[in-house]
């Protein structure tokens, strides 16, 4: 069997280690292991791989594997492998849920109190050396947990996780998911949802219901803040921009966007309340050692054909 390890990552953080590429080589000896960092074109590599282990997959990619039976990714998303003929082939498809969810909660809350205290505009005032209270009893009053109601916008793990820490600080959440579970709203009653609170924060994976859900009228529903650690895509960037300039939210915080890295001449730069962060999230020291945990226990239950963990339904998409 041959597991096939593709990563075309730029950032040496989420490379696939190769001290993991080792280890699992060790470990399973009658397994053949190669890894490629994007030297070679993955239609050359995968025509005999088993298992592919990538971030990525491509329709013409997917096309020239002639023995692939799974794909796994070192990551949460995986939207961009949801394309026809690879949902309707008979290849497995995992993730890598769950490795950093304490990580990204810690990302959202952190965002959220920053907004709801007004940094944005005190990281715009010091770029300025201007040193003033008057901003904030005029423009805008820093405001308590307790006259914020939180929405968290897909009730998860990372959610739920969320949903914990905010309640522990003294916010009212609430949650809306698919099932409606835990007593949270649906997504057919999300604009129900949008107007009950004050803050949302996205965690939602990228979907057909849920890419581009958020846009301007939705965002004028909010009580005025918005976070998004999901998916770039589920946030009108566009829509964003305009209800951040002309007052319909306040502030809001971003993590990703609708193209990563995001461009240089992207208008999103030049938004004093808008607050930036690079898709780091779900950065954690912790994330390589948790993911090979992962491969290891899913390739012993492959070799056993066993079930999966973190299996995608690739039709619904998580």
């Known amino acids: 069997m041959k597991v096939l390890i593709y ?7 989420w490379k696939f280690p190769i001290w993991l590429f080792e280890n699992l080589k060790k470990k399973f000896t009658l397994i053949d292991f190669e890894i490629n960092f994007g030297d070679m074109p993955l239609e050359k590599l995968i025509r005999d791989a088993d298992v592919l282990i990538s971030g990525k997959l491509y329709p013409e990619e997917f096309k020239a594997a002639r023995r692939l039976r799974w794909v796994h990714s070192p990551f949460v998303g995986i939207g961009n492998m949801l394309f026809e003929e690879f949902k309707k082939s008979p290849v497995l498809l995992t993730n890598s849920k769950g490795i950093n969810t304490e990580s990204v909660a810690t990302h959202a809350v952190s965002l959220s109190l920053a907004l709801i205290r007004g940094l944005p505009w005190a ?118 921009i305009r209800a951040l300039k002309d007052g319909s939210l306040k502030a809001a915080a971003l993590d990703v966007f609708y193209r990563e890295p995001l461009p240089t001449d992207s208008p999103l730069w030049e938004i004093p309340n808008l607050m930036i962060t690079p898709h780091i999230a779900g950065a954690t020291k912790f994330f390589w050692k948790g993911e090979g945990k992962l491969i290891v226990e899913n390739l012993s239950r492959f070799l056993e054909g066993k079930l999966l963990k973190n299996l995608v339904n690739k039709k619904s998409g998580y």
């Open 7 to 13: 990563s075309r990552e730029k950032t040496d953080y």
């Open 123 to 240: 990281f715009h005032l010091k770029n300025e050396k201007n040193y003033t209270h008057r901003f904030f009893t005029t423009k805008f009053f820093p405001m308590e947990p307790r006259e914020v109601k939180v929405g968290i916008m897909g009730y998860g793990e990372i959610g739920k996780r969320i949903g914990k820490k905010m309640t522990s600080i003294g916010f009212e959440i609430i949650c809306m998911n698919r099932s409606g579970e835990n007593a949270c709203f649906t997504f057919n009653q999300i604009n129900d949802f949008l107007s009950a609170v004050d803050l949302l924060i996205i965690t939602v994976p990228r979907t057909a219901e849920t890419e581009g859900s958020i846009d301007y009228k939705r965002m004028k529903l909010l009580g005025g803040f918005l976070v998004n650690v999901g998916r770039g895509k589920v946030v009108v960037e566009r829509d964003l």
